[in-house]
């Protein structure tokens, strides 16, 4: 079995050899253990793509927290260290970077780089306009759309309830999302809870898949050959592409009519336009556009793969459920009066949000790519090398977490280390802007679940599946109208 040297939350970002002495010299990422691999892929043929997560925190566990595998031809740094991704994530944007091939895939499909893929300066910039739409004000003024989503989805399953049928649980979640990040980000009611159509969903879904997929390809395939799912993927890209031109337009407009809406936006686009607008800001149209595709891409899968998982979770603890349940029925019992700030007294639903995602994290692990050559703990990085940080192995660790397999909400209240250990939102200046937005959300889902219903079952497929992220398989629900 490999043991570790003991590991620091070093990083050089600008290494500098002549003062390192021979004993404490850097290791260099080829000394280090990791998987036998073929030539030419590599250990591609040992990550399977859907369960590309599970593969890598297993080989963690195995070569301990610092090990080298290679995808294609590219050598990976894997870091599963809490304290070491830390302060990976902290080094941001000067000393990492998302990886090139995310960007360049991304550039292919014809997308515009939003925060996500922006780096440097162009990074900073956008982070500013995007932190704008974030603003509490801003969610405050988003806040009544929100709960109106949420009621629309109690309704959906009262009927549900009702007539005693199963609820899909991940796709009822899917349109709540969707309908909730459309309606923020475009100022547009999708309404697919209602309407049962589920295109925006299904184009989303496509290119957030695909775009993982093309990342992880040795081979970039579709530039020489188009399969039907390349080109379902390219028009999926472009449909999106049109529908976002036809929003900023109107939003254009709204903007024009009523020039108060500039310092009072009514929605994200708004909010970006208006950032966009401010001199010296340097955002351009693309930018913009880009940013909402990001919204749109980043805040669906990610919460409602939270959501499904906490949901599931809750079903197995019935002590957990029950205090969520009288938490809720207490603060926040009906959602056409539901406030933000009812939402931020759900301090165990909250703590309970937190507890899944420690346990089943929406974004198990983070590629990043490095700017320059650097020491990572004692190992010597060279510029341009891909680290992919695990971001569930401590956070799960029996050694670092007490009971760590155990779904116990009450840590999080607790205080201790597992704040530390535990990023399901990644951390440092990267820190996902949704953070605040998503608990939110989950929130208002969980009062308009816990509030009206007693939960029957929660069946199904409870694999871990990675796409862009990493969800259940399909899990079906059965409610009972809350008794009284
Ligand atoms: C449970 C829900 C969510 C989870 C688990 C999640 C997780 C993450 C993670 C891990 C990152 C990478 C952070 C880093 O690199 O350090 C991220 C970035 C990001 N997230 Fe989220 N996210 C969620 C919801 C949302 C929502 C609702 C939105 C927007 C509507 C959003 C927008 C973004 C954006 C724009 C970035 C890129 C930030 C940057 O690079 O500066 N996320 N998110």
Redesign the pocket.
């Known amino acids: 079995m490999f043991k570790t040297a003991p590991l620091s939350a070093r990083i050089l970002a600008d290494m500098d050899t002549t003062t390192t002495s021979a004993a404490s010299a850097p290791r260099r990422i080829s000394a280090l253990p990791g998987p036998r691999g073929l030539p030419f892929l590599g250990n591609t043929l040992q990550l399977r793509p859907s369960k590309v997560h599970a593969d890598v925190e297993a080989m963690a566990r195995r070569y301990g927290p610092l090990f080298q595998m290679r995808i294609g031809r590219q050598q990976v740094l894997v870091v599963a260290d809490a304290a070491l991704v830390g302060a990976i ?1 902290r080094e ?1 944007p000067d000393g990492f970077r ?1 990886p090139d091939v995310t960007a360049r895939v991304s550039d292919e499909l014809g997308g515009e780089r ?5 780096e440097g300066a162009v ?1 900073r910039k ?2 500013k306009m ?1 932190m704008q739409a ?1 603003a509490p004000h801003a969610i405050k003024a988003y806040f009544p759309l929100l709960a109106r989503v949420g009621a629309r989805l109690q309704q959906r399953w009262a009927q549900a309830a009702r007539d005693g049928r199963p609820i899909a649980l991940n796709a009822d979640l899917k349109r709540y ?1 969707v309908d909730v ?1 459309a309606g ?2 475009f100022g547009e009611e999708v309404n697919t809870i209602e309407n049962g159509d589920d295109v925006v969903q299904r184009q989303l879904e496509l290119i957030m898949e695909g775009t993982a997929r093309r990342s992880l390809m040795p081979v970039p395939y579709w530039r020489y050959v188009k399969l039907p799912y390349d080109r379902r993927l390219e028009a999926a890209v472009r449909a999106t592409r049109a529908a976002t031109n036809g929003f900023i337009a109107k939003a254009r407009q709204r903007m024009q009519d009523d020039p108060s809406r500039a310092s009072h936006p009514h929605n ?1 686009l708004e909010a970006m336009l208006a950032a966009a607008d401010q001199e010296g800001s340097g955002i351009d149209q693309g930018a913009v556009i880009g ?1 909402v595709s ?3 891409l ?3 899968d ?2 409602s ?3 499904s998982w906490l949901i599931w979770l809750l079903a197995r603890h019935p002590a957990a459920l029950q205090r969520a349940q009288e938490e809720v029925r207490g603060v926040a019992p009906d959602p056409s009066a539901f406030t933000i700030e009812q939402m931020d007294r759900l301090e165990f639903v909250d703590a309970c ?1 937190h507890e899944a ?1 420690r346990l089943k ?3 198990p692990f ?1 590629p ?1 790519q490095a700017n320059h050559d650097c020491v990572v703990g004692d190992v010597r990085v060279p510029k341009d090398c891909v680290l992919w940080c695990v ?1 569930r192995h401590d956070s799960v660790s029996e050694a670092k977490v007490h009971n760590a397999a155990a779904f116990d909400p009450q840590r999080w209240l607790d205080g201790g280390n597992v704040r530390q250990l535990a ?13 605040y ?3 939110l ?2 929130k208002v889902a969980m009062a308009c679940l816990l509030g009206a219903f007693d939960i029957v079952s929660v069946d199904g497929d409870s694999g871990e599946y990675h796409g862009f ?1 990493m969800q259940s398989g399909a899990l079906t629900m059965r409610l009972l109208p809350r008794a009284g």
Do not use: D, H, K, Y
């Open positions: 994530l941001r998302r939003g925060v996500f893929l922006a990074w956008q982070r995007v974030f999302t990040i923020l980000a994200m940013n990001t919204m749109l980043a805040g669906e990610t919460t793969s939270a959501l949000a995602m994290p929406p974004a983070l990043l971001l990023m399901p939102f990644g951390s440092g200046p990267r820190l996902c802007p949704g953070r937005l998503s608990l959300e989950i992220v």
